[in-house]
């Protein structure tokens, strides 16, 4: 059976805070509550709801990669979440860097929908998790990238998809050297405009993570049919 090739998509450091009540806490820590509560008194309400929304979605990932690691089968389903672990953690500092700086708390904890999904892959093991934990990685991504591009300028991000297509799978998985930049939307609110260039500097890399996610529900499918 051929291996997975995951190297091919070029993945950066990516946002993430890890951390569940039930279920483990990532080096990230808890939750940050920012330097003033003034600060973040000043702070409107989609702003706080995009941090929230975010560091939820990637505390989900970190948690459920280490429950990957231990019980997944497959050498590459283990590098993928190792690559969630190492890459989401590092990068849960520049989001909670750019939350600090206006006193904008950043979830500390998984929400009920994935404590439910952990205890349901919790108890899969062997090619049934490896199913279930790619499903899992695709939908979450998916929702992870839609929100990012609520905070994407719109005509730079459709010329970086655009870049980025790979012409022999037609997967848009390639996102070196690539000629676009993506830009985030222009906001006068210097909070709004700070969280925007966050999105745009995560983007690339929250993409191939999906990209990566959907190779590896195809080979749990494929997997599941040999």
């Known amino acids: 059976m051929k ?33 003033s509560g003034r600060a973040a008194a000043n702070v409107s309400g989609s702003d706080k ?17 280490r429950l990957a690691l231990t019980r997944s089968s497959s050498p590459d389903v283990k590098k993928f979440a190792q690559m969630m672990v190492d890459e989401h953690t590092a990068a849960g500092d520049k989001l909670n860097g750019v939350a600090s700086q206006d006193g904008i708390e950043v979830a500390a ?7 439910e999904l952990h205890d ?17 990685m695709v939908d979450d991504h998916a929702k992870l990238v839609d929100t990012l591009e609520s905070r994407i300028d719109k005509d730079t991000l459709s010329k970086w998809k655009s870049d980025v297509k790979d012409p022999a799978t037609g997967e848009r998985a390639r996102v070196e050297g ?3 930049t993506v830009l985030p939307e222009k906001s006068d609110d210097p909070v709004t405009q700070r969280l925007n260039a966050w999105a745009a500097d995560t983007y ?23």
């Open 3 to 35: 291996r997975i090739c995951l190297g091919s998509v070029a993945l950066a450091a990516m946002l993430a805070v890890g951390c569940n009540k039930n279920h483990g806490t990532s080096e990230t820590g808890g939750a940050t509550t920012g330097t």
């Open 49 to 65: 709801n995009f941090v929230r929304d975010v560091s939820r979605l990637n505390a989900a990932e970190i948690d459920l990669a």
């Open 109 to 115: 904890q998984i929400d009920d929908s994935h404590h």
């Open 120 to 136: 349901k892959l919790a108890a899969r093991q062997g090619l049934d998790f490896d199913r279930d934990y790619a499903d899992a």
């Open 178 to 180: 690539r000629a676009e």
């Open 204 to 226: 690339p890399t929250a993409y191939a993570h999906l990209v990566s996610a959907r190779v590896l529900k195809d080979a749990a499918k494929k997997r599941s049919t040999d």
